[in-house]
């Protein structure tokens, strides 16, 4: 089965610009999480759906930063208008259930974004 | 509030050799899991090995076991006979309820390089 897959898997934009994220999730998962990694820094939830809600969007870190999932399926995460602080590697993960020691999570590989 | 601590910013083993990456932990949770994720040059994150709290027994996959010290709210990873496959960088990441089951608390990584 196809994994997670995340595009694009760098993106290098300017300061003030929008860039839009997209995370497609392995096949029938319905829960699909965003996580951020600031270089150095820990890697950091963003939010969790479950299929097209939002069950917890407590880790967004301002108004800025918008994510969607249409339909239950791909996901997209929007940063507008970016910050050199939204630097970093954004990560997407998916699972059938929310307990990843029953379930597991899939991660994607991430998308590099720079704001220069 | 939880935390992961993982001290070791980059590690060096040399090839069959055994390796321990450090991860404490901070939880007052009763009931919570630990994970251990590799990320290759690659970038996807890898799940490796899973230890549940109320686990008595060290989990063990392979070649990677958790050393899992509940007193001393550690849980280090040993990588025995070292491949150079296995450099990576290496997250310690736990779950609890308090933040959330669906939800990573992640640290900040120690990159494992493995000399021939």
């Known amino acids: 089965e196809a994994g997670v897959t995340q595009f694009p898997s760098h993106s290098v934009i300017e300061k003030g610009q929008t860039v839009t994220l997209r995370c497609d999730p392995i096949?029938?998962?319905?829960?699909l999480y965003w996580y951020r990694r600031v270089m150095g820094k820990e890697i950091k939830f963003l939010l969790h759906?479950?299929?097209?809600?939002?069950?917890?969007e407590s880790g967004m870190p301002n108004n800025r930063f918008l994510a969607e999932r249409t339909g239950g399926t791909y996901s997209t995460l929007k940063v507008q208008p970016a910050e050199l602080e939204d630097s970093g590697v954004y990560f997407c993960?998916?699972?059938?259930?929310?307990?990843?020691?029953?379930?597991?999570?899939?991660f994607g590989s991430g998308t590099r974004l720079t704001v220069v | 509030a939880q935390k992961i601590t993982q001290t070791q910013p980059g590690m060096f083993v040399q090839e069959k050799e055994a390796v321990t990456l450090d991860c404490t932990y901070d939880?007052?949770?009763?009931?919570?899991?630990l994970f251990w994720y590799k990320q290759p040059s690659s970038g996807e994150m890898i799940f490796l090995i899973y230890?549940?709290?109320?686990?008595?027994q060290n989990a063990t996959e392979g070649r990677y076991s958790l050393n899992f010290q509940k007193a001393r709210k550690s849980a280090n990873l040993v990588i025995s006979a070292s491949q150079l496959g296995d450099s990576a960088m290496y997250f310690c990441?736990?779950?609890?309820?308090?933040?959330?089951?669906?939800?990573?608390?992640f640290g900040t990584g120690t990159r494992l390089k493995v000399l021939a």
């Open positions: 759906f479950v299929k097209e809600s939002k069950q917890d």
């Open positions: 939880t007052s949770d009763q009931s919570y899991g």
């Open positions: 993960a998916s699972s059938l259930g929310d307990r990843p020691w029953v379930y597991g999570y899939t």
């Open positions: 230890q549940g709290s109320y686990d008595e």
């Open positions: 096949s029938g998962h319905d829960n």
């Open positions: 990441a736990m779950i609890g309820p308090t933040s959330g089951t669906y939800k990573y608390i």
